[in-house]
Structures are given as structure tokens and as C-alpha cells.
């Protein structure tokens, strides 16, 4: 049976469920989720991210989290975690980089976060099994040394609810069944949140997943020290509007066609992402946009460095970095933030609302 046939089932005789929990089912069912059992990353794949852009994008992360070790005092010991570490090319490139410095690479504990079975299998063939621990969770990370943090596009596949604002109020979005019994958005009987009053029509998405995340990740921080690194497309401000959406073959598709079929995502509300982790004890910086923050830390340098090494590839090499950077490509769209322990700061980015 299929993962839209069993959504069928399972609305037919428990009602319609959230958007929130047709996410989780698209991408993580064991049996026919997307990333349980089918993730397909890269050119050949669904989407690209910045790793398989660039390597001076791993590369750069690299030496940022050197220069976070730094700031640490450089301790004797630290976990270097990836969360969502996709097929192991950002991990690839930032222990490369990171190897510049032997006592960090010394001090180094390297983690991969991952659930995803054929991802791990893609992690190991890559990165091998010598200096590499896996855990499934980020409350499996041991706190009795600091940590540094990594996580690209992470955030955008946590579930989000959604709620439309009709003329009798906001009223949840969820996902139920229409006359022929095909997939398809429903909205609750009754308003179901109160909230402001907006236009009819105005969709507002809120992720309680993504909370829980910060939370965590700002205990982890405060308590064991050290920092963590965000980079996701979304949201600097809160806002309305529609951003879920469905993508296959690098092509965006209606997010109930393919259930399991494609890779689902939503603009990440950084914003409450950060509150929740300054709720938690951490401290957080300044929200950037990716152009900013890889510009901060020498991409420009590093693009000449690599095209004077290799001058036939100079076009290339400046095509990938515009790609990172350009304001009409990924610069400005995707963000970066950083959750770090108190009286620390993050390299690269400033400083933010500081203690909670």
C-alpha cells in the first residue's frame, strides 16, 4: 500500500489531520517517507544546497568552527555536531578545512545527526567509520564537553501548522478528503486560534517542533557551552503567508501530488526559533543573510586563492560564488543565526538580544 493510500485510510477513520502531521508522515513514515527511504540530494536529485554549490561553503564552515574552538579558549575536548547532514559533502569539507588546525583536529569528537537510514549509509561511504559517531537525536550528544554546532537547511522540514483567516475567524488548515476521496485542504469547523484579525484569506504557519528544537539546542549550549550554527531559507521577521511547498526534480509540485514522493519544506520562523533557545538559557546573535555571513568570513579571498590555483576553473569558481551569494540567488533568501552559551559570542555574526 502506498503512503497516499494509507493517509486515505487513516483520515477516513480518524478525521483529518494537521499539515503539521502530513509533513511528519511524508518525510519520516519508516515504510514511505522521503528521507526514511528515498532522499535524493544533489544535481542528479530533487534540490541542491550549498555544500554541492561550492566546497568553500563547507570549507568556510570549517574554519568557523575553529574559530568558534578559539573562542572557547580552546579546549582539549570538543563535539563537533552536524545536524541533518545530508549525503556527508558539508562534513566532508569542513574537516578538510578544519584539519588546517592540528590541535583542533586533535581536540575534535566528530557527531552526525541523522534518522535516515539510506543518508547514514551515504555518510559512511564518504566519510568512513574511523573518526565519526552517529546519534539519532540531539539529546543523544553527550553535554560533559562544549560543543560546536552545524546545520544547513535543517530547520525548513520540521512540520508546520498552518491557519487561514475567514470571515468567522482563523481556522486551522488541515488535510482531509474531498468528494471522490482524493487528498485535499480542508479547514477547521470552528476558529481555532486568536489571533489579530487578518485579511480573509491570510495564512499564518506556526511550528511547535520548531520551538521544541531551540529549546533543546539552547539547554545543550548553555549547559555543556560552545555554539551552534543556522543556515535555512525563511523568515528574519514574523509574517504572513503560504510558504509550504513540494519539491521534485528541482521543480516545486502541489504539496499533495507525490505524498513520500518529494521533499517537503517551509520558511523557517527564525525569529521563534531564537526566542525559544534564549528561553532555554543561550544567548543568540543577530539574524544575517548567507551573502553577509560568507562574505564576513573571506569568500571573496577564498574564490581568488582557488581560482589562481586553478585558473581554468575561474569562471566556474565565480559562478558558484555568485550562486552563495548574490542577492537574487541564495544570499539574501537564506539566513544565518547562531545560538551560543553566555558571554560567548559567534564568528562572523553579530551580536543579538543577548541574555535571556
Known sequence: MSLAENLIARIRRDGPMSVADYMDACLNDPAEGYYATRPRLGAEGDFITAPHVSQIFGELL???AVAAWEGLGRPPRVRLVEMGPGDGTLMSDVLRAGRASTAFTAARETWLVETSGP????????LGDAEVRWASAIAEIPCDAPVIILANELLDCLPIHQAVFTPGGWRE???????RGALVFTLADEPTLDLAAGAV???R???PALEDLGREIGALVAKAGGAALFIDYGRDEPGPGDTLQALRGHATEAPLDNPGAADLTAHVDLPAFLA????AGAETTAISTQGDFLWSLGIGLRAERLSAARPNQAAVIARQVARLIAPDQMGALFKVAAIHAPGLSAPGLPPGDGAP
Do not use: F, H, P
Not at 119 to 126: D, I, P, T, W, Y
Not at 173 to 179: E, S, T
Not at 276 to 279: E, F, K, N, Q
Open 173 to 179: 488548515r488541515y488535510v482531509g478528503l474531498d468528494g
Open 201 to 203: 484569506g491570510e495564512v
Open 62 to 64: 570549517g574554519l568557523w
Open 119 to 126: 543518508l547514514r549509509a551515504a555518510q559512511r561511504a564518504l
Open 205 to 207: 504557519e506556526w511550528s
Open 276 to 279: 525559544a533557545a534564549r528561553d
